[in-house]
T-cell receptor
Framework: DQQVKQNSPSLSVQEGRISILNCDYT??????FLWYKKYPAEGPTFLIS?????DKNEDGRFTVFLNKSAKHLSLHIVPSQPGDSAVYFC????????????FGKGTKLTVNP | NAGVMQNPRHLVRRRGQEARLRCSPM?????VYWYRQLPEEGLKFMVY????????ESGMPKERFSAEFPKEGPSILRIQQVVRGDSAAYFC???????????FGPGTRLTVT
C-alpha cells in the first residue's frame, strides 16, 4: 500500500523557470512532511520540511505548499538551475519527534541549460 | 566531516554469506534509522534504534536481518545467509530526537552474487 505517492516519475524544465514537484498522501495521520534531493550513488539530502499546522514554508529558492484537505503537497523551485537536476523524494512521518519516514518513489528532475 | 558515515560503501557477498553494514551517526545524534532502497523504488523503513534499544523494527524482515546500536561504536545492520533479493542500497540516517529531520549517510550498496 503506497501511502505517499509521487505520480510523475520525471519532470523536465528550462533553466530559470519554475519546477513544481507534486506529492499525494493517503494517511491523514501524517503530520510532518519533508523533501529530499538525491544524486546518483549518494544519500538523500534534506531540503525543506513542513508541519501539518502550516500550509507554506519557504527557504530560499525552495517553497513547500501543503493542502491538508486534498492530502497534497508540492515543492516549488524557482528559479531552477542545472545543479537542481536530481531525484526528489517526498516523505511523511506519523507524529512529532523521531519517527520513521514513509517515502514516495521519487521524481527525477532535469533542468536544461 | 561531522556527517553520517557508512561503511563499506560497496559490499559484494555470495549467496549464503553474512553481510555487516556499519553506520556512525552525525555528532550529537542518538537516533539511528535504517532504510533500504530497491532499484526504481523509494526508500523503505527498516528499523529505528537508540543507544542499546530497538525502538521500532516493523520494517525488518522477520528472518536473517538484525540491527544493533551499542553503547559504544557504530550501529550495525546484519544480514545472515544473504540471497539475491537482498541486493539493494542500504541507507542509514540519524537525528537528534528534537526535530523530525533525518540526515542520511551515503549508503552501502550490497550486491549478492
Amino acid at each position: 500500500d503506497q501511502q505517499v505517492k509521487q505520480n510523475s516519475p520525471s519532470l523536465s524544465v528550462q533553466e530559470g523557470r519554475i519546477s513544481i514537484l507534486n506529492c499525494d498522501y493517503t494517511n491523514s495521520m501524517f503530520d510532518y512532511f519533508l523533501w529530499y534531493k538525491k544524486y546518483p550513488a549518494e544519500g538523500p539530502t534534506f531540503l525543506i520540511s513542513i508541519s501539518s499546522i502550516k500550509d507554506k514554508n519557504e527557504d530560499g529558492r525552495f517553497t513547500v505548499f501543503l493542502n491538508k484537505s486534498a492530502k497534497h503537497l508540492s515543492l516549488h523551485i524557482v528559479p531552477s538551475q542545472p545543479g537542481d537536476s536530481a531525484v526528489y523524494f517526498c516523505a511523511a512521518s506519523l507524529q512529532g519527534g523521531s519517527e520513521k519516514l514513509v517515502f514516495g518513489k521519487g521524481t527525477k528532475l532535469t533542468v536544461n541549460p | 566531516n561531522a556527517g553520517v558515515m557508512q561503511n563499506p560503501r560497496h559490499l559484494v557477498r555470495r549467496r549464503g554469506q553474512e553481510a555487516r553494514l556499519r553506520c556512525s551517526p552525525m555528532k550529537g545524534h542518538s537516533h539511528v534509522y535504517w532504510y533500504r532502497q530497491l532499484p526504481e523504488e523509494g526508500l523503505k523503513f527498516m528499523v529505528y534504534l537508540q543507544k542499546e534499544n530497538i525502538i521500532d523494527e516493523s520494517g525488518m524482515p522477520k528472518e536473517r536481518f538484525s540491527a544493533e546500536f551499542p553503547k559504544e561504536g557504530p550501529s550495525i545492520l546484519r544480514i545472515q545467509q544473504v540471497v539475491r533479493g537482498d541486493s539493494a542500497a542500504y541507507f542509514c540516517a540519524s537525528s537528534d530526537g528534537q526535530f523530525n529531520e533525518q540526515y542520511f549517510g551515503p549508503g552501502t550498496r550490497l550486491t549478492v552474487t
